[in-house]
């Protein structure tokens, strides 16, 4: 299956998360990844770094948009000395002309696109050819439908970091991508690394110790543990979120993901976009809920199999 990745890697982890279990996967070919929110063209690095680590570096990277379509500024990088240690990020400015072509011969090669960043270079490419994200499958982590069940964080659309940092593009990408799955915040909740997966990524490989090492560090900066003890459905030794990977995860077919196919509009209230029911919108799959143990058991062997390799 072929694959094109678009991220605002080396942010939060699970970006690193997500690109590892795509490259641990089996059948899968990445034909190219772009990087977002990426200014000084240091997430393109990081990311060529970790293409070096896992001995792929022969994928094509290119540097995407810096600032949303409006020209924001969006998000910001951690400690390197916490997340990768001696691992060295040579940086990769360059124009995001580079990003859209990349994007654009991906579509033509008829990859999947999945986003795992703001969707602001989906909308660069919906406005230099459009109609282009209308011939591609497109699979976007990100998205406000439904609010979380029951003993999980009582979060809003707010929250939804991908969708809110660059609604233009959000909204762009949505009336564009007919293909179009939503890998929904609430309906990815249940998916988890933790700390009782700490072990097993270490004995990995050098892949699984980096992320460990990330995810640790990742926990220790917002207390994540402390967010698991207070809610229920949430285990004691959460280190993060697996967002990211199940929105490869689904892009891949994973069985393990319920979906529903719902008409939808995009609204904006208050400066938040998010998609409400509406017999008249686009249909569009949404992501209602995963099995998260087995999305765990499989994402930890497409680690160990990327590290085995």
Do not use: K
């Not at 990277?61 to 240690?85: E, I, K």
């Not at 602001?120 to 591609?136: I, K, Q, S």
């Not at 003993?151 to 233009?168: E, K, L, V, Y």
């Amino acid at each position: 299956m072929r694959v094109h990745l678009d991220t605002d890697f080396a942010g939060d982890t699970d970006d690193a998360a997500a690109l590892a279990f795509l490259l641990g996967s089996p059948d899968v070919d990445i034909v190219g990844i772009t990087t977002v929110a990426d200014p000084d063209g240091r997430r393109a690095g990081y990311v060529h770094a970790f293409l070096e680590l896992a001995g792929r570096s022969g994928i094509p990277v290119a540097t995407g948009a810096g600032a949303s379509v409006a020209g924001a500024a969006m998000g910001d990088l951690p400690d390197h000395d916490a997340y990768w240690g001696d691992v060295e990020c040579v940086p990769r400015p360059a124009p995001v002309d580079d990003a859209v072509a990349l994007m654009t011969a991906s579509i033509d090669a008829g990859a999947t696109l999945i986003g795992i960043g703001p969707y602001t270079n989906f909308a660069l490419v919906e406005a230099a050819r459009p109609g282009a994200l209308d011939e591609a499958r497109v699979v976007l982590m990100g998205g406000w439908v439904t609010p979380p069940a029951a003993g999980f964080p009582p979060w809003g659309a707010s929250r939804d970091w991908n969708a809110q940092c660059d609604i233009g593009a959000t909204v762009s990408v949505f009336e564009s991508a007919r293909a179009l799955t939503l890998a929904t915040l609430p309906g990815t909740i249940a998916a988890h690394l933790r700390g009782a997966h700490l072990d097993r990524l270490r004995a990995s490989g050098p892949i699984g110790a980096l992320l460990a090492r990330q995810a640790i560090a990742h926990e220790a900066e917002y207390d994540v543990r402390a967010l698991g003890r207070a809610h229920a459905a949430l285990p004691d030794d959460l280190l993060n979120f697996q967002w990211d990977p199940v929105a490869c995860a689904v892009a891949l077919g994973w069985p393990g993901a319920t979906t529903e196919r719902l008409p939808l509009r995009a609204q904006i209230d208050g400066g938040v976009v998010f998609f409400v029911p509406d017999g008249s919108g686009t249909p569009t799959t949404i992501v209602t809920a995963v099995d998260g143990d087995d999305f765990a058991e499989l994402w930890l062997r497409a680690i160990e199999e990327l590290d085995r390799r």
